[in-house]
């Protein structure tokens, strides 16, 4: 069965960096587009950055500048460089992909959220 598994999350202060990762199982064929979707309690999920699977990137206004996606498709992972963290930055964030599996069935699949904590 495909995985998605977040890492990375924790307690950073204001104007600090953090770097996540999503990893996904090696029993998949080929992964489409990526994203990073974060949510905050009582809101909506939001997305907040994408990858395809040629590179081409794309992020929400309010990250623009201060979050990097990128993906390392030899090792099916996905990352996101978050800098100049702000306290609206305190999220759980969810790794989101389509993915082709080894199967030939294809979908899409969420990770289970890293929790990041932005205070001093």
């Known amino acids: 069965q495909v995985q998605l598994v977040e890492s990375g999350g924790g307690l950073v202060q204001p104007g600090g960096s953090l770097r996540l990762s999503c990893a996904t199982s090696r029993s998949i064929r080929s992964i489409y587009d990526m994203a990073w979707y974060r949510q905050a309690p009582g809101k909506q999920r939001e997305l907040a950055a994408t990858v395809t699977s040629d590179g081409m990137t794309s992020y929400a206004d309010s990250v623009t500048g201060r979050f990097t996606i990128s993906r390392d498709n030899a090792k099916n992972t996905m990352y996101l460089q978050k800098n100049s963290l702000k306290p609206e930055d305190e999220d759980v964030y969810y790794c989101?992909?389509?993915?082709?599996?080894?199967?030939?069935?294809?979908?899409?699949?969420w990770g289970q959220g890293t929790q990041v904590t932005v205070s001093s």
């Open positions: 989101n992909a389509v993915v082709f599996q080894v199967s030939g069935d294809r979908g899409v699949y």
